[in-house]
């Protein structure tokens, strides 16, 4: 049986102070053309936006006096749902990708992960480069460094570094992004256990 996709509703924009909703005694009032009208009581700012068929909108409730718009409520409302939903598109992470090394990983197989993380890189992904240590290969770190450094260079057209290769565990850790590239200097022994500068 084919599971059903999930129902996402529309975001909900909290409905605005308006009309006879707003109880301050006089607000800053704009004009449906975007004329300042300077401030005048509530009760007549509500008139002028009766007589023109629309709706005076509290804007800037905080502000002092509070700052009211004559709009079409609608309107005003679709415009907001628009902008919304733009966010919310916008503000969606890049996924990030994940490629494995090894310290004694053979030419041709690096030759493939280069490839296949320069496809991810061209695609605008992050990508989380992890080099496992098996056995006693952890007494050789700095072989583990010049592999990540290696790896690094061959994407440099297309990549620079995020942060740099950091030991986690038996695990060396290192985040490739899009933009150009910086460089990854030499490590220092003594900074080898945590982070290479």
């Given at each position: 049986?084919?599971?059903?996709?999930?129902?996402?509703?529309?975001?909900r924009?909290?409905?605005?102070?308006?009309?006879?909703?707003?109880?301050?005694?006089?607000?800053f009032?704009?004009?449906?053309?975007?004329?300042?009208?300077?401030?005048?009581?509530?009760?007549?700012?509500?008139?002028?936006?009766?007589?023109?068929?629309?709706?005076?909108?509290?804007v800037?409730?905080?502000?002092?006096?509070?700052?009211?718009?004559?709009?079409?409520?609608?309107?005003?409302?679709?415009?907001q749902k628009?902008?919304?939903?733009?966010?919310?598109?916008?503000?969606?992470?890049?996924?990030?990708?994940?490629?494995?090394?090894?310290?004694?990983?053979?030419?041709?197989?690096?030759?493939?992960?280069?490839?296949?993380?320069?496809?991810?890189?061209?695609?605008?992904?992050?990508?989380?480069?992890?080099?496992?240590?098996?056995?006693?290969?952890?007494?050789?770190?700095?072989?583990?460094?010049?592999?990540?450094?290696?790896?690094?260079?061959?994407?440099?057209?297309v990549?620079?570094?995020?942060?740099?290769?950091?030991?986690?565990?038996?695990?060396?850790?290192?985040?490739?992004?899009t933009?150009?590239?910086?460089?990854?200097?030499?490590?220092?022994?003594?900074?080898?256990?945590?982070?290479?500068?």
């Open positions: 049986m084919a599971r059903r996709k999930k129902y996402k509703p529309a975001p924009i909290p409905r605005p102070i308006m009309n006879e909703r707003i109880f301050a005694r006089e607000v009032v704009i004009g449906s053309d975007g004329e300042k009208l300077g401030v005048i009581p509530t009760t007549e700012g509500i008139a002028k936006a009766k007589a023109e068929e629309l709706d005076l909108i509290l800037a409730p905080k502000a002092k006096p509070p700052v009211a718009k004559i709009l079409d409520y609608g309107k005003w409302q679709y415009e628009k902008s919304a939903a733009k966010n919310r598109s916008s503000g969606k992470a890049k996924s990030t990708k994940g490629i494995r090394l090894g310290v004694r990983i053979a030419e041709g197989d690096l030759e493939v992960r280069v490839k296949r993380a320069r496809e991810f890189l061209e695609k605008g992904h992050k990508l989380r480069v992890v080099l496992q240590f098996k056995g006693r290969e952890m007494v050789h770190f700095d072989l583990a460094i010049e592999k990540m450094k290696e790896f690094a260079s061959r994407l440099d057209d990549s620079k570094i995020e942060a740099l290769p950091k030991r986690m565990g038996r695990q060396l850790i290192m985040i490739l992004n933009e150009k590239s910086q460089k990854l200097s030499t490590p220092n022994s003594e900074n080898n256990e945590d982070k290479v500068e």
